[in-house]
């Protein structure tokens, strides 16, 4: 199970994913918007392949949203097939366009 959590900190944004057996920090990747452009500054620590999907997921939020983004978190599953990593990049997908869903609601309801 995969979860995408938002934290507004002043005007930002920080979004935690994880899931898996094994949540933790695999990587982290921040997003600015500056003069129409999307510009991002990432790590993944070794032995962890979540940096480019959360580049990937910082971009969209970014440009969406024209917030300074931050992503990180981390999926495991122990010995997870080739199989098992897709279903996991396409559930993370889901949650996060659910989450992006859920705050274009709000920004529209406080306009």
Known sequence: MITCELKRVGSDNL???SGGTKPHIGAVVIATYEE????VVSYGFPHHKEEGLFI?????WCNTFQKTTVITGGIHI?????????ELVNETWDKFFHLMADQKAVNVQTV
Do not use: F, S
Not at 56 to 60: F, G, H, M, N, P
């Open 15 to 17: 979004i935690v994913v």
């Open 36 to 39: 129409n452009e999307v510009n």
């Open 56 to 60: 990937d997921l910082a971009k969209v």
């Open 78 to 86: 122990d010995n997870a097939t080739k199989d098992q990593i897709e």
